[in-house]
């Protein structure tokens, strides 16, 4: 064989086809190749003996593996994962390797690292007796040979559940797949799982450094049983004997990567692993694709429907505080409320889903606000470090001293962030101890570990953060929640707001009163005549789903038709439309609805504007395969915008 097709990490849907000198096999091995002026790692897709092109061909310059990384099947799956996304195959392979295999590497340069694979050790006195209930559904969970949907109450024992079927898959020989929706999540589940499986437990996130990641890469290919909990990217390391893979609280947005390759773990699991390993959805609030192909017998449901220790459920009440003066964004009946609870001993948590101080800094003379350069956002005023900071981009920009508009030195702010909430609460209860938990306080491994450790304190104290704590935590003393601002998700114009707004509400009341201590919820609102807070005071997620079910088939909406989004961006808007509207035309055939161009809502980011078409049908095969279609054709035109991508499994229009 004399020639390889490699596939390199660009833009560029294709392989490239580059001379053998070695005289040996090279499908599956990492190799360093010259495209261009660069130097970049790709991997040898296949092995061929002639070349039938007409330009000159460059030779591999080294061979960087002494056998292939990837086996023929890992091929032939990563190819079917390129088409179905429609995405490069050199950016796709490369999210198959950890960091250090991304590099120049060779294989014996990395033999210097290991990852020694610990024998068995279960801890049986550490696991908790199964109700009934509990015990059916595990029971289902192992006779049934497809996927499987663990629909149960918060505090109602889903992940006991799962423990007690890892088990009996490691007894068996085989590993287990944990997915979590954030990072801040894995120290608690792992400390949780360490004290059933001991070292056989181990965990992978993008906090990770590059050399603990390749170690659990090594790891993962060990024949022993283990298990691994990690966040989305866990789905791409190479697990031996793998037995199932589990989504805990699946409904989660986290799953889905929202740039570069924008794959859908759930969904990827069954290309990756197809009949190889059980997947197993666990969630309080099923996402609606989940529960509508339960109803149509493609996902096997199981359900607990009362809490564990007997607990009541939350109470839920809508507090309108339309013409009521606010502290901090809180009215003074939900002060008192807060207050009482503080006497009891309790715990509050308020949800504000706003990180920061205040969402708008303006100058009260002229009007000016102040917005970033590169994107159409306002900047969010972060007092405690004096900044002003864009959410998209991540730039920040020091406080002005005076407008640059009118040269005035009268500054204020409007709206609330958590930041704000946490001062005004501190403010109002010096004695009590006030914790603010959001991206901002978390990032970082150290920051992380130390507030989950704060997390389990049992003290009268009150949070304040975002929805990072309505994700799974397991709050011993919490009897008071309180959400703010939480109407722009009854409103917004993505349909996938509604869906995601009562996840989280419903999600968020699930943490208060897991001991059995009673408990209340309060909503806080300006429209508390909304139709869907009369659902969403019931506690009950199914009544919930199932309204928005019926109203998305009545209008034939997403899930009852498929649905693709194609994004666009650039920094010419006449041309980014011009681009769209060509699309549309060329999109707009038999069976396939084309609507759009629309505007995303952030309308600009990083000084390119945003749009997007939207593409759905009710016959999938043959939408995707006009789609590839048009990327072929439009791969073969000269490029006439910065960036364009097809969304496929999309969750919102940014």
Wanted: glycine share 6%.
């Amino acid at each position: 064989m004399n020639f390889v097709d490699v596939a390199i990490p660009s833009p560029l849907r294709s392989t490239f086809t580059y001379k053998n000198n070695t005289g040996e096999l090279l499908a599956g091995k990492r190799v360093l190749v010259e495209f261009g002026k660069r130097k970049l790692v790709g991997v040898v897709t296949t092995d061929k003996s002639d070349f039938e092109g007409q330009y000159k061909i460059k030779d591999v310059l080294q061979v960087l593996d002494e056998k292939p990384t990837f086996n023929d099947i890992q091929l032939i799956t990563i190819e079917r994962i390129s088409k179905h996304y429609m995405h490069p195959i050199g950016v796709v392979f490369e999210v198959f390797l950890p960091t250090m295999l991304r590099k120049a590497k060779t294989q014996l340069d990395l033999n210097k690292y290991s990852s020694n694979v610990c024998d068995l050790d279960i801890n049986e006195a550490n696991f908790h007796k199964l109700t009934s209930d509990q015990e059916s559904c595990l029971e289902g969970i192992k006779d049934n040979n497809g996927e499987s949907v663990l629909f149960g109450v918060t505090s109602s024992g889903k992940t006991e559940i799962y423990k007690h079927y890892i088990k009996s898959l490691l007894l068996a020989g085989k590993s287990a797949l944990v997915l979590v929706p954030e990072i801040f999540l894995t120290p608690q589940i792992y400390d949780d799982f360490k004290k059933n499986f001991n070292d056989s437990v181990y965990i992978h996130h993008s906090g990770l450094t590059e050399l603990q990641r390749y170690k659990i890469w090594l790891a993962a290919q060990d024949n022993k049983p283990k298990i691994i909990i990690g966040t989305r990217s866990a789905i791409f390391l190479p697990i031996k004997n793998l037995g199932a893979i589990i989504f805990d609280e699946e409904h989660d947005q986290s799953y889905k990567q929202q740039d570069g390759f924008r794959y859908d773990a759930r969904s990827l699991a069954k290309i990756i692993f197809g009949d190889l390993a059980k997947i197993i959805y666990s969630s309080a609030t099923p996402s609606l694709s989940t529960l509508k192909n339960a109803k149509d017998n493609l996902i096997q449901r199981f359900s607990l429907k009362k809490r564990i220790s007997k607990s009541p459920m939350p109470q839920i009440e809508v507090h309108p505080i339309n013409k009521k003066n606010l502290i901090g964004g809180i009215s003074h009946e939900l002060i008192d409320e807060i207050k009482k609870n503080d006497e009891k001993g309790n715990q509050t948590l308020i949800l504000l889903n706003r990180r920061g101080y205040a969402p708008v800094f303006l100058c009260n003379s002229c009007g000016w606000i102040a917005k970033s350069n590169c994107c159409e956002t306002s900047l969010v005023l972060h007092q405690s470090v004096r900044r002003l900071k864009c959410h998209r981009c991540e730039s920040a920009w020091a406080i002005p001293d005076a407008c640059p508009s009118c040269g005035a030195k009268d500054f204020s702010y409007k709206g609330i962030g958590t930041q704000q909430v946490e001062e005004a609460i501190k403010n109002i209860f010096p004695k009590t101890e006030v914790i603010r938990i959001d991206r901002d306080s978390v990032s970082g491994k150290t920051r992380r570990e130390k507030s989950t450790t704060t997390l389990k304190n049992l003290e009268p104290r009150i949070l304040v953060g975002t929805q990072l704590l309505a994700k799974g935590h397991d709050f011993k003393k919490i009897s008071l929640i309180i959400v703010l601002n939480l109407d722009f998700g009854l409103f917004g114009a993505d349909i996938h707001l509604q869906e995601q707004t009562a996840q989280l509400l419903i999600q968020v009341a699930g943490r208060a009163g897991r001991t059995g201590m009673d408990n209340k919820v309060y909503l806080q609102s300006r429209v508390a005549d909304h139709p869907m807070f009369n659902l969403i005071q019931t506690g009950d997620y199914e009544l919930v789903a199932n309204e928005i079910l019926k109203e998305r088939k009545k209008l034939d909406l997403s899930p009852y038709i498929d649905v693709v989004y194609l994004k666009a961006e650039d920094a010419n808007q006449a041309r980014l439309r011009k681009f769209l509207v060509d699309a549309k035309k060329y999109l707009s055939k038999e069976h396939l609805e084309v609507y759009g161009p629309f505007e995303a809502p952030i309308t600009k980011v990083g000084y390119k504007h945003r749009m997007f078409c939207i593409i759905q049908s009710s016959k999938k095969a043959i939408m995707l395969k006009t789609i590839n279609e048009f990327v072929a054709y439009s791969d073969k035109q000269k490029k006439e915008i910065s960036n364009w991508v097809i969304d496929i499994d999309p969750i919102n229009t940014s």
